[in-house]
Nanobody, 123 residues
Framework: QVQLVESGGGSVQAGGSLRLSCAAS????????MGWFREAPGKEREGVAS????????YYADFAKGRFTISRDNAKNTLYLQMNSLKPNDTAKYYC????????????????WGQGTQVTVSP
């Protein structure tokens, strides 16, 4: 099992930016696919973006396209999510996840999950 530790959450005003980080305890086939999900109060956890290390492909939810950028430092086993032009409805707890393969937006594609980091965007 891979341990994932997120950081970088916080409170910002609308239009601001945040950069989330997710450090993985080790590099293995169980981190070929790494992604970010978010869960707002009363809502289902949803995929935000994902990075496939094997194909070097990135995937984004429609709401994230053009505002969020996912990247990965393989040497540091760290995944990042740069979030710009934040909106109040981006307020949620953001989770890092890692897995071997699968549909990037499906929770079942990921075996390991972090504890989450809170992002709060005020109007």
């Amino acid at each position: 099992q891979v341990q994932l530790v997120e950081s970088g959450g916080g409170s910002v005003q609308a239009g601001g930016s945040l950069r989330l980080s997710c450090a993985a305890s080790k590099e293995s086939s169980d981190t070929y696919l790494m992604g970010w999900f978010r869960e707002a109060p009363g809502k289902e956890r949803e995929g935000v973006a994902s990075y496939n290390r094997v194909s070097v492909s990135t995937y984004y939810a429609d709401f994230a396209k053009g505002r969020f950028t996912i990247s990965r430092d393989n040497a540091k086993n760290t995944l990042y999510l740069q979030m710009n032009s934040l909106k109040p409805n981006d307020t949620a707890k953001y989770y890092c996840a890692a897995g071997y393969a699968g549909i990037w937006s499906e929770r079942s594609s990921y075996k390991s999950w972090g504890q989450g980091t809170q992002v709060t965007v005020s109007p």
